[in-house]
């Protein structure tokens, strides 16, 4: 824990971005009578009785030092999705930089065995 509480007091170097990644699933529902009918001055209600519709997993990553945040909605959480996460992050939203500080908790799929999996070496 240590470790990580240092990695967090380190300055902000744009050159090495910390970036935080962790998920969640949520339950998916669906109003089985549908919502009401708006009417003028009053939002948009719905009954509260739902059906389940499925689970989603939302991926989100995080440059806490600067307020940076980016969300990823797959169906479930895989090691192909959080391989293709990281695959995003250095491609795409951090192409420039020399390496990103990266913080995971200990889930299985964390690992860098998911990018061996999916990717061939460079």
């Not at 744009?14 to 001055?41: F, N, Q, Y």
């Not at 491609?91 to 020399?98: A, H, L, R, T």
Request: glycine residues 4%; aromatic residues 10%; charged residues 25%.
């Amino acid at each position: 824990m240590e470790d990580v509480l240092a990695v967090y007091q380190r300055p902000y170097d744009p050159k090495r971005p910390l970036v935080c990644v962790d998920e969640t699933s949520k339950t998916l529902h669906d109003p089985p009578r549908g919502t009401l009918p708006i009417e003028t001055g009053h939002p948009q209600r719905q009954d509260y009785e739902y059906e389940r519709n499925g689970t989603a997993n939302i991926f989100m990553a995080v440059e806490p030092l600067i307020g940076k945040r980016k969300t990823f909605v797959t169906h479930q959480p895989t090691n192909q999705d959080f391989a293709e996460l990281l695959r995003y992050l250095s491609d795409d939203e951090y192409p420039d930089v020399e390496k990103i500080v990266l913080v995971t908790d200990n889930l299985n799929l964390h690992s860098p065995a998911c990018l061996y999996e999916w990717f061939e070496p460079i």
